[in-house]
């Protein structure tokens, strides 16, 4: 290796420079056009006071907000919130569990939600067993023969973890159905005595 | 109404839900006329993010007509088409009031580290999203705007969230002129990304990805060259070859948490679950970087840590920037790009369905089936 053929990394400037104003200009539309970092809209990153619309210093309280949930780290519930979806059943219980005994910074606040989540879709599934729309385990699926599943992923490498998907969605469902045949079978022999 | 509602990790549907109703003084009831499904409904979908309940439904980019408005509502009146920023925001906490719109203190009581999000999960404030005929939107003086006359109805649509969060991400880059600039990431986002690094005076911009419809249009739409990294061993080595084994000045992480590229972040983070997601991309962002230099990071990460070399990022002495974007923040330069031309939000767009057929949108977006970049959702589409 020559003293030119020395990487920019080990030199004291870039090899090659970049192209021109007048060469950017030319083949990118706007090039440059928010050079000065005063033309950013985020810059600087704090502005106050922000313009936002406001016409209250404090939301008006929205009603209902007793008993919500909410995260420790805050000192009440905001006043204004979502209220899609209030708790209920056991998945319930442990989501509150998680909001009223972990902040944020505990990871067992987010793993008692995430077990919180699980136990909700099996609550939610077992009554859609006894609904006419029971729930399946993967959603879609047409879409691999009309919408080319096969041509689409042609060649492409994240074919390697996507053949696990169907390990991972059909898993807990088939591990479901098992243990519900070993539990009534158990059952079964119990009251036979 | 009609609306997508969650039925668990994988499962999505259309169901019967009531229209919202006015809850909060400053709420207003806009009636959906496009929405959009984002890569980071994704990690919704498989089930990534805590706290996500069935029968939510999802949907943080939409725009429509305003149904109905509460009596404190001064801005808007009914009939207005207003596009709808992907942040809930009330404009008065200490954040609001500093331009942090999207770390708003007063809409998400479930979480102190994230603002408020339409149809985000609980852990964003629990709100039912866009993906629907009717969507509640709450602090309705502050959040929407009205669509300006010309501009066209998808590229409204795309700058509530993608085109917004990738113009964002270039300025968190600190581009400099002359520098040279990777996006990791050709989707909705890092094509924008792309777009924006050249406005803010970037001399090179190299996008990685693998899909080659993707890495198609950041040529075309971006100007940019592209890396498949799915050509390559190591991409990081191929990133070093390509800037003179300095590193890029500035590398922007338009990918998030479910990064494809190492097969056992992904096997860990996105199918077993033992970390929030695979944070590949962000690892590639600080390997690739120059020392000095900084890292971009706008896409969406959950709450459950991940496997991240930070003491790379220590030792090389980056900069490493990033947030939610506060979109309404965006807004007025964005228009004037887009008006311009310099911005071109709705060329991301490959796909639209009827919102009776959520489902077949979720799984072709998240299988990248059909060469699908962005899907919009037309929740009236007969």
Redesign the interface.
């Known amino acids: 290796m020559t003293q030119s053929d020395i990487?920019?990394?080990?030199v004291r400037d870039?090899?090659?420079?970049?192209?021109s104003r007048e060469e950017?200009r030319a083949?990118?539309?706007?090039?440059?056009?928010?050079?000065d970092?005063a033309?950013?809209?985020?810059?600087p990153?704090?502005?106050?006071?922000?313009d936002?619309?406001?016409?209250?210093?404090?939301?008006?309280r929205?009603?209902?907000?007793e008993g919500?949930?909410?995260?420790i780290?805050?000192a009440f519930?905001?006043?204004?919130?979502?209220?899609?979806?209030p708790l209920s059943g056991l998945?319930g219980a442990i989501?509150r569990l998680a909001?009223a005994r972990f902040s944020?910074g505990r990871?067992a606040h987010?793993v008692l939600?995430?077990v919180?989540?699980r136990v909700?879709?099996w609550?939610?599934?077992l009554r859609?067993f006894a609904s006419g729309r029971p729930?399946?385990?993967?959603?879609?699926?047409?879409?691999?023969f009309?919408?080319?599943?096969v041509r689409?992923?042609r060649?492409?490498?994240?074919v390697?973890?996507?053949l696990?998907?169907p390990?991972?969605?059909l898993g807990p469902w088939v591990a479901g159905v098992g243990g519900a045949v070993l539990g009534v079978r158990r059952l079964v022999r119990a009251v036979r005595g | 109404m009609r609306a997508m509602v969650y039925?668990?990790?994988?499962?999505?549907?259309v169901e019967d839900k009531d229209i919202p109703a006015i809850?909060?003084?400053?709420d207003a009831i806009v009636r959906v006329t496009l929405a959009a499904i984002c890569g980071s409904d994704l990690h919704l979908y498989h089930?990534l993010m805590?706290?996500?309940?069935?029968?939510?439904?999802f949907g943080h980019e939409f725009i429509g007509v305003v149904e109905r408005v509460g009596p404190?509502v001064?801005?808007l009146q009914v009939g207005d088409r207003v596009m709808v920023p992907f942040n809930?925001?009330?404009?008065?906490c200490w954040f609001?009031?500093?331009?942090?719109?999207s770390n708003c203190?007063?809409?998400?009581?479930?979480?102190?580290?994230v603002g408020?999000i339409y149809g985000y999960s609980?852990?964003t404030?629990?709100?039912?999203g866009g993906q629907s005929q009717y969507v509640r939107v709450?602090?309705a003086?502050?959040g929407p705007a009205k669509i300006p006359d010309w501009m066209h109805d998808e590229d409204a649509v795309v700058l509530t969230d993608a085109a917004a969060t990738g113009y964002?991400g270039a300025?968190?880059g600190?581009i400099a002129?002359?520098?040279?600039v990777v996006v990791l990431g050709a989707g909705p986002v890092g094509l924008v990304a792309a777009q924006?690094s050249?406005?803010?005076?970037a001399?090179?911009v190299i996008v990685v990805d693998?899909?080659q419809e993707r890495l198609e249009k950041a040529r075309t739409m971006a100007?940019a060259e592209t890396i498949d990294y799915?050509e390559y061993d190591d991409v990081v080595v191929e990133m070093k070859k390509q800037?003179?084994?300095?590193?890029a000045d500035v590398v922007i992480e338009a990918v998030g948490a479910e990064a494809?590229?190492n097969?056992l972040q992904?096997?860990t983070g996105?199918?077993l679950?033992v970390q929030g997601g695979s944070p590949v991309a962000l690892n590639w962002a600080i390997d690739g970087v120059?020392k000095g230099g900084t890292v971009s990071v706008v896409g969406a990460y959950g709450?459950?840590?991940n496997a991240v070399k930070f003491g790379d990022a220590m030792n090389k002495g980056l900069t490493l920037r990033m947030n939610q974007t506060?979109v309404k923040?965006?807004w007025?330069?964005?228009f004037e790009?887009v008006r311009?031309?310099?911005?071109t939000p709705r060329e991301v767009v490959t796909h639209r369905f009827p919102l009776e057929d959520i489902?077949?949108?979720?799984?072709?977006f998240s299988?990248?089936?059909?060469?699908c970049i962005k899907p919009l959702i037309v929740p009236d589409a007969a």
């Open positions: 990487p920019s990394a080990y870039k090899r090659t420079p970049p192209p950017l083949r990118i539309p706007g090039w440059g056009a928010d050079l970092p033309d950013r809209p985020s810059y990153r704090l502005q106050y006071p922000s936002t619309g406001a016409h209250w210093d404090f939301p008006e929205q009603p209902g907000g919500r949930e909410h995260s780290e805050h519930v905001t006043p204004v919130f979502g209220t899609a979806q998945s989501r909001y944020e990871l987010w939600l995430v919180g989540d909700d879709a609550e939610h599934h859609s729930d399946v385990p993967a959603t879609g699926l047409r879409t691999e009309t919408r080319g599943g689409s992923r060649g492409r490498s994240d390697r973890h996507q696990l998907d390990v991972v969605v | 039925r668990g990790p994988y499962k999505v549907r809850e909060h003084p400053n089930g805590p706290d996500t309940r069935i029968g939510h439904t404190s001064q801005n809930i925001f009330c404009g008065s609001c009031a500093r331009g942090l719109y203190h007063n809409v998400n009581p479930n979480a102190t580290a408020g609980h852990t404030g629990g709100y039912d709450p602090c003086d502050v964002f300025q968190l600190e002129e002359g520098d040279t924006s050249w406005l803010m005076g001399g090179r693998h899909l100007h799915d800037t003179d084994y300095l590193g494809d590229g097969f992904q096997v996105t199918k679950k120059r709450p459950i840590p506060p923040r965006q007025p330069r964005m790009h311009n031309g310099h911005l489902a077949e949108a979720y799984h072709v299988s990248k089936l059909d060469g």
